[in-house]
């Protein structure tokens, strides 16, 4: 029996609107999951424009209410966390340990908009009797959806809420897992967070459990930086809008490092102006990490290069869903991190707009759908 149920549809060309859908019972290794939460990110106002029509989400966390009978790791009443990356095991990269860039089933490596072999069958879910595609393969803004085993992760944290828990499945691993598991931030070291919206905050926050020394965040909004240190920033930086590649900002970070920079810079505000800013940051033999998925064309002055420093452009936190959700949530229960803080303000699916204004200017650290 198909379940009919609400979803946010964006119809590609830069409009959405709230439908009705049907999902069917998963196959034999596919899950059904009853959404409780969806957190936003840019990147879903980023698929209003992707060109056809989909279901909208790619963060999200609820209940297990059916399951194909090949799947073993969760059972039907399991409160799960949703996530894109989903490892097909046997191509290059997942057998070199990057599950993350899987060259199967990424929907960022793979391509397809979304649509890969870690997509559940399409005629799974349909909207006005057509079959219709889920955002990054899961789709999270409806009240139900059908995904890969593969692309939910048993959350067995007691009496954690649906939102904190939505949240992890792009924005705190993303930014989180840029700090402990691309850059490998070392004790006693300077870090400095270019952008403290909702992914520079984790990032903060990552820095923050590798036990960093000094933790400098940067940003335009006096605001964004008061929570930047209640989340775990020793410093703050008021950037200037008209600081052209934030090379003031940077004399500034100079200045709170002995004169040569920080040992790690992390530039998170989506801004390509500002792609190349974490290399003025860091110091010769330091670490630049462009967080926020830039993808536009960037000039940059080789001379900020010098000397041997390095620059990584992360995917996902370079996220092995199966193990990091688990760390990240036992890091919550130890109250080594705040999720619940972070979630500015929750919506019903049918404020989905307001969301969006809210997010786009910069009221929210995380907004949340709630089903």
């Not at 390509?272 to 630049?288: C, S």
Request: proline share 4%; charged share 20%; glycine share 10%.
């Amino acid at each position: 029996m198909a379940i009919k149920c609400k979803a946010a549809i964006a119809k590609g060309d830069g409009s959405f609107s709230i439908e009705e859908i049907k999902v069917q019972n998963p196959k034999s290794d596919e899950v059904l999951v009853q959404i409780k939460a969806a957190g936003l990110c840019h990147t879903d106002h980023d698929s209003l424009q992707w060109g056809k029509p989909i279901v909208m989400g790619h963060e999200g966390a609820g209940i297990v209410t059916a399951i194909g009978n090949a799947v073993k790791s969760v059972t039907i009443g399991d409160s799960v966390i949703l996530n894109w990356a989903t490892p097909c095991g046997t191509c290059f990269q997942c057998k070199n340990k990057n599950e993350h860039i899987c060259e199967n089933n990424s929907p960022v490596v793979a391509g397809g908009n979304g649509y890969t072999k870690g997509h559940a069958h399409i005629e799974g879910t349909t909207w006005k009797n057509t079959p219709i595609e889920r955002s990054f393969n899961i789709g999270t803004i409806a009240e139900y959806t059908l995904v890969k085993e593969s692309a939910v992760v048993k959350n067995t944290t007691p009496n954690m809420s649906y939102s904190a828990a939505s949240i992890v499945s792009c924005g705190v691993m993303t930014g989180f897992g840029s700090a402990v598991n691309t850059a490998k931030v070392k004790p006693n070291s300077s870090a400095v967070v270019l952008g403290t919206g909702g992914v520079g905050l984790n990032v903060i926050q990552g820095i923050k459990v590798c036990n960093a020394d000094k933790i400098i965040a940067v940003d335009i909004n006096q605001n964004r930086l008061d929570m930047a240190v209640e989340f775990g920033a020793t410093h703050t930086i008021l950037a200037d809008k008209n600081d052209k590649g934030l090379l003031k900002a940077a004399e500034k970070v100079k200045e709170m490092t002995d004169g040569r920079g920080a040992d790690y810079a992390f530039e998170c505000t989506a801004i390509p102006e500002l792609g190349a800013a974490p290399l003025a940051m860091v110091r010769n033999a330091g670490t630049a990490v462009q967080v926020s998925g830039i993808e536009q064309e960037v000039l940059i002055d080789m001379s900020l290069f010098e000397w041997d420093k390095k620059y990584i452009n992360p995917l996902y936190g370079k996220c092995n869903p199966q193990t990091d959700f688990p760390k990240i949530l036992n890091h919550y229960k130890n109250n080594e991190i705040k999720l619940d803080e972070m979630i500015t303000r929750t919506y019903p699916i049918n404020d989905l707009q307001q969301a969006f204004d809210d997010m786009l200017s910069g009221k929210n650290a995380k907004g949340v759908i709630v089903f």
